[in-house]
Nanobody, 121 residues
């Protein structure tokens, strides 16, 4: 079994900051790409940022310069530092990891349960 558990969501005023964390646990052989997605009510889930096992990062244009994705491979954890938050950042944020589990010949995508981020006055 492989599970992803998120933390760090909450409510913040515009201009504030939050840091999301997501830790993968279970029968993990290796972890490849890790990323963060978000979904606002009535909208499709969209990529926020991701990072490869080699450390290459990719960001949505809407968050460039404000968000930073990072990972700690020794802890199987991916982070999303969110600064200068805007109301349009309000969404449920999900982490996703591409993971090869013990006993599997291939890597699967695993998703966290999601954490609510609300940016309002």
């Amino acid at each position: 079994q492989v599970q992803l558990v998120e933390s760090g969501g909450g409510s913040v005023q515009p201009g504030g900051s939050l840091r999301l964390s997501c830790v993968a646990s279970g029968s993990i052989f290796s972890i490849y790409a890790m990323g963060w997605y978000r979904q606002a009510p009535g909208k499709q889930r969209e990529l926020v940022a991701d990072v490869t096992s080699g450390g290459y990062t990719n960001y949505a244009d809407s968050v460039k310069g404000r968000f930073t994705i990072s990972r700690d491979n020794t802890r199987n954890t991916v982070y999303l530092q969110m600064n200068t938050l805007k109301p349009e950042d309000t969404a449920v944020y999900y982490c996703k990891s591409q993971i090869k589990a013990f006993g599997s010949d291939y890597a699967d995508d695993y998703w966290g349960q999601g954490t609510q981020v609300t940016v309002s006055s």
